[in-house]
């Protein structure tokens, strides 16, 4: 059908423009129109091809270089190492399919969600099942609790009809239907109600609809088209190990070329070039680079899992270490999406009610002390009142409670445990003998009880304006007092102000009866009532996610809120957990859905930084939110649970499901999923995402420093006419030792002090800051320094031979302290900790024990082309790479120190008073030597 405003159209215009009958459509007609619009199925407009799948997994540059690394092995003869190789190759390859294989199963989720089958009229009076599938437009469909909406339709009839809509709109209450309600066009899918939704659920009531769309034209189907046609972007890392790979590749493929050439040219027989030239590009091509990233990003994911963030696709842990933002849902994320009792007003005072959630752990205060429930005879007649004009129940479920029934109910049986009062008990000796339903026309529900005794009393709940217009009394302390038209307006300001704090108020009364009236109407049972009190309630913020949220704030990241619930409820719950501002500047402002649809997408972008909280929005605002964010290159992680959030979880670098709350969909469409729905895991994951990036950066700066030194070093040597300083077997056995285990253990090193209190890294900066281009250079240049006379010296006086076993020697201890060096950048190894990494010290000890091997087992000795080492030869090569480390730790404690005084020096006025000079250098020794950052 043409898109139309049918939620403002009335029910005749509905008809009219569906072509159809109250009393449904014929089968012919059905069938016709089957056939025009096709089944009420979600369809997938793409499916990728496996194959190509996992032929994309070979694009990367890096994983080409490997692959010619394998090549080279295997030309060397070096069959193990070309086997190791394009074994971390393939692997790789695999475990990148199986990641995006499983991404496509969104669509298949999203299609579970739809109803197997549906009651429709056919011309006849009475209904008859049909699959879901066969659903058309202009479909009359009957709807009872416990129903799955078949199709998007508007109300034709509507009795006490209540649905959740949750998984599509976010909100935390069900909502009520209203067929014959007067709508603006205008009006947001959370406030159409004259309409329900495809994938909804009815909760209470019954009502018929008239079929306005199906399939991928209901508003499901347009989240399934959202979700299929939102791209997705490679990760910070991976762009990252690109673009490293190819500038690797590029640079030694170069500088072979350029050395071969000029050994040439010399007159050197070209076989022995090619030899040489393989050789030195074996030393600048990281064959461990991939393995190690995986690793580093696997070993993050256990991390993870440990802390109840389950990672569904490597590359996001890393991701997570610079997120910028974080949209987060807020039933069920932020809050508990468990209704609690606030605030009571009963005998003319107001009482505050603490504890959260739906375990009853509170108490009742007023005027700063305990209010005892027995003392008042009304407060305590109001909590029967609550939990007999009820009807909701808990049940057990794996050691929780789950409610079965209405959020508002659940509160108010809750409140009523806080007084001491044992609900069961209650009910068995007030039983209900009558009732007239909740009706969204009357806005009030009414239950008629009996006792043993023979007293009857009739209670009744609802909007409290609506109640009062029923009541002639109030009751104070137990006594009955007139309702005058004073102490009306005392309760409507109190339920005024309860309302301005986005609190859901409930009024309760009550009417003492003879008998039960044959005729039970409004006229006869809520009339001539005694007012009670209100009860104020919300769905409260959880302690946890206030505290992560301050941690995510410690950490530069902005919390913004984006929510299907109404504005004010949004903006209270936002107060509360400290996101919204009440001055002007970063996250004071509040919009709501009306107000972006009005909004350009650059004009979001110009304001996007103001706004803390987002209300009452569907799909399409949630994407257009992350693009807003992503506008200003910011990394966006969105969290949600419902349907609805799918889109915009895919289209985020960061999409983060609920895995108790969320739908498949959304779990399928994610990268990572809180296996406790808990918000602060959010903050332990960053944490996590940033340990790995700086763990990745240090096996970086670790493994090219002596890769750039292994170059500068032959390098040299054939631009100035030397022997090879390193023969190629050489070159591979010290890179197999350095680069392989102690690299792993740079990957598992622990969190560096003031992880969590650094701005987050920007989306598009280089691995290689300045200052890692300082430190990886320094280190280089240093190893080059003592390798190269120690070249010199030896071929001088005691052959090449020798000179090329020192150089392996030197060489291999040089990495190896460099190895412990490179734990930090900043913080030298005793601020961090001797010891700390236990796995580093069991990675160097095993590659100095092959290092050794290599030496003194002669038949490897002979292989390796290695000569034997004296004493002083070790003393030699053990002390040139032990002054190496020491004064590579050395300056990063000078720097440290400097940076240490400079701050220390802006954070304390200068003086000529010399105590409080001596103050300040003193309180800069302490931050840099307690191992706080600088």
Known sequence: MAERLWHHQTVDETLRGLDTRPEGLSSAEAAERLNRYGPNTLQETKRVNPWMILLGQFKNFLILLLLGATGISLLLGHVLDAIIIFSIVVLSALLGFYQEFRAERAMEALKAMAAPTASVLRGNDEPIEIPSAEVVPGDIVFLAAGDRVPADARLVEAVNLRTDEASLTGESTGVEKNANAQLGPEAGIGDRLTMVFSGTVVTYGRGRAAVTATGMQTEFGRIAKMLQDVEEEPSPLAQKMDYIGKRLGIGCL????????????????????????????????????????????????????????????????????????????????????????????????????????????????????????????????????????????????????????????????VLTEKAGIKIDELRREWPRVAEIPFESERKRMTTVHARQDGSLIAYVKGAPDVLLERCAAWERGGASEPLTSERRRQILEVNDGMATE??????????????????????????????????????????????????????????????????????????????????????????????????????????????????????????????????????????????????????????????????????????????????????????????????????????????????LVLGLAGFIGWPLPLVALQILWVNLTTDGLPALALGVEPAEPDLMRRAPRKAGEGVFSRSVLTVLLGLSLIIAAGLIPIFYVYWQAEGVAKAQSMCFVTMITFELYFAHSCRSLRFTVLQLGLFSNKWLWLATLGSAAMMLAVVHIPAWAKAFYVVPLTGADWAVALSVSGAGFLVVETGKWLVGRRVASRRMREAVPASSGSDLREEQRESGKRVWNDGLRP
Not at 343 to 360: D, W
Not at 363 to 388: Q, V
Request: proline letters at 3%; one cysteine or more; glycine letters at 10%.
């Open 502 to 711: 986005a609190l859901r108020v409930l009024g309760i009364a009550y009417r003492r009866l003879d008998a039960v009236p044959a005729v039970r109407t409004p006229e006869t049972l809520e009339t001539d009532l005694t007012f009670l009190g209100l009860v104020g309630m919300i769905d409260p913020p959880r302690d946890e996610a206030r505290e992560a949220i301050r941690s995510c704030r410690d950490a530069g990241i902005r919390t913004v809120m984006v929510t299907g619930d109404h504005k004010l409820t949004a903006a209270a719950v936002a107060r509360e957990l400290g996101l919204l501002n009440g001055n002007k500047g970063n996250g004071h402002r509040v919009l709501e859905g009306r107000e972006l649809d009005r909004m350009t997408e650059g004009e979001l972008a110009s304001v996007v930084s103001d706004v803390a909280v987002y209300a009452r929005v569907s799909p399409e605002h949630k994407l257009k939110i992350v693009g807003a964010w992503k506008s200003h290159e910011h990394v966006v992680a969105m969290t949600g649970d419902g349907v609805n959030d799918a889109p915009a979880l895919k289209r985020a670098d960061i999409g983060v499901a609920m895995g108790i709350t969320g739908t498949d969909v959304t779990k399928e469409a994610c990268d990572m999923v809180l296996t406790d729905d808990n918000f602060a895991t959010i903050a332990a994951a960053v944490e996590e995402g940033r340990i790995i990036y700086d763990n990745i950066k240090k096996y970086l700066v670790f493994l090219l420093s002596c890769n750039a030194a292994e170059i």
């Open 254 to 413: 170069t500088v072979s070329a350029v050395v071969v050439g000029l050994g040439i040219l010399r007159g050197n027989p070209l076989l022995d070039m090619f030899i040489w030239g393989v050789s030195l590009a074996i030393a600048a091509v990281p064959e461990a680079l991939a393995a190690v990233v995986t690793g580093a990003l696997a070993i993050g994911v256990q991390r993870a899992a440990k802390r109840h963030a389950i990672i569904r696709r490597l590359p996001a842990v890393e991701t997570l270490g610079c997120t910028t933002v974080i949209c987060s849902d807020k039933t069920g994320t932020l809050t508990r999406n468990e209704m609690t009792s606030r605030k009571v007003f009963a005998s003319g005072r107001l009482i505050e009610v603490t504890g959260v959630g739906y375990g009853p752990i509170g108490e009742f205060r007023t005027n700063g002390g305990r209010a005892e429930i027995s003392a008042d005879r009304t407060l305590e007649r109001l909590l029967h009142a609550g939990s007999l004009c009820n009807d909701t129940h808990f049940l057990a479920d794996n050691g929780s409670l789950r409610v079965k029934g209405d959020p508002t109910e659940a509160a108010l049986l």
